[in-house]
């Protein structure tokens, strides 16, 4: 079981991608958790936990939860917001976006 906390924060954008591509992989044959504030990493995940005060209030895939109102779809579209701000106001400046979900689960179970 690996757990990150905060991985790519206070990081530069292509360390960022680095980082997050590697925990990808490790994640295909490994049981990962993944905590994070950046939405965006968690994204294909099998399975995410949004807490609040402490609490579990939400979990789903990110397809189920976003669906849903609550703290999950407020964060992401705010996220979702100032990143497409970032790209059109800083040229360049590219974030991490995952490639593509994995299809089909592996030995782990890929959690955020």
């Known amino acids: 079981v690996y757990i990150f906390d905060e991985v790519t924060s206070n990081i530069d954008v292509q360390s960022e991608k680095q980082i997050m591509n590697v925990i990808y992989e490790l994640a295909e044959t490994k049981i990962v958790i993944l905590i994070s ?5 968690v994204i294909a ?8 005060h402490g609490e ?6 990110h ?3 976003v ?3 609550g703290v999950y779809k407020k964060l992401y579209e705010n996220q979702k917001e100032l990143e ?9 400046e590219e974030k991490y976006l995952p490639e593509k979900k994995r299809e089909e689960k ?4 890929y959690c955020a």
Do not use: A, W
Request: charged letters at 35%.
């Open 84 to 92: 497409f701000y970032i790209k059109e106001k800083i040229p360049g």
């Open 63 to 65: 397809e189920e939860i």
């Open 56 to 61: 579990i209030v939400q979990s789903g895939t």
């Open 67 to 69: 669906k849903k109102e």
């Open 37 to 41: 504030h950046r939405l965006m990493n």
């Open 106 to 109: 592996k030995e782990g179970v």
């Open 45 to 52: 995940s099998d399975c995410i936990y949004v807490m609040e």
